[in-house]
């Protein structure tokens, strides 16, 4: 079955500190690739996205994530983090299928927090 | 402007009692979702609608219900809630088609007694 994996569960940060967070899944087709962030006690909001192209793609806030097909990863990164980058971080999938063609598969999520 | 609203934000209820929570989006999306996020376990899809009148199972669908009679409603419906059932409930739209980004609601956050 599909999966992604986050491996870090809890990252705590200080500001202007370096961020990556790792993002791996398992299927073997085309894929689209997601970052969603959750703000404290917010609705999830699309920080970036890849469909295909470079595979460097920048985001919203400062955000960038680089798509390693052979290492099937797609980890997010930012070079200096601010105490509003705090929040609970999705990586997601979406495997170009063929019925229910929007479903997103997530991962567990990354709970990040940034002190001043 | 562009959103996915849900009703009610936050309940408390006690196992057995029928709620429904309604999911209603502005944008002419024909593809609609549930999702129910727990704290270690991400999101997971509940069911789906791909255009009115076309509703499936996601991955988790025990226990719930859902209905398309239009495009922009969605409603999510639990017959006998149990406290298994408390969690954080997203409804989400999308256009259909693939590589679309889905548009989320602000959550539902529900406690079942």
């Known amino acids: 079955a599909q999966s992604v994996s986050q491996h870090n569960h809890h990252v705590i940060l200080s500001e202007a500190a370096s961020l990556e967070l790792g993002c791996n899944y398992s299927y073997g087709g085309t894929v689209n690739l997601f970052w969603y962030v959750q703000y404290p006690g917010q609705h999830l909001q699309l920080l970036l996205k890849y469909f295909s192209g470079d595979p460097l793609v920048k985001g919203i806030k400062g955000f960038e994530a680089e798509f390693i097909k052979s290492k099937f990863s797609f980890n997010l990164r930012k070079p200096s983090v601010q105490w509003s980058d705090t929040a609970e971080y999705f990586c997601a999938v979406n495997g170009g299928w063929s019925y229910n063609t929007d479903k997103l598969i997530f991962g567990t999520g990354t709970r990040l927090q940034v002190f001043p | 402007e562009a959103q996915v609203t849900q009703n009610p934000r936050y309940l408390i209820t006690v196992t057995g009692k029928k709620l429904t929570v309604t999911c209603s989006q502005n944008?002419?999306?024909?593809?609609m979702s549930w999702y129910r996020q727990d704290p270690g376990l991400g999101l997971r899809q509940i069911y789906y609608?791909?255009?009115?009148?076309?509703?499936d199972k996601g991955d988790v669908p025990e226990g719930y219900k859902v209905s398309r009679k239009e495009k922009r409603n969605f409603p999510l419906i639990l017959e006998s809630p149990s406290p298994n059932q408390t969690s954080l409930y997203f409804c989400a739209s999308s256009l259909t088609g693939g590589a679309n980004v889905l548009t989320f609601g602000a959550g539902s956050r529900l406690t079942v007694l």
């Open positions: 609608s791909m255009n009115v009148e076309v509703t």
């Open positions: 944008m002419n999306h024909e593809y």
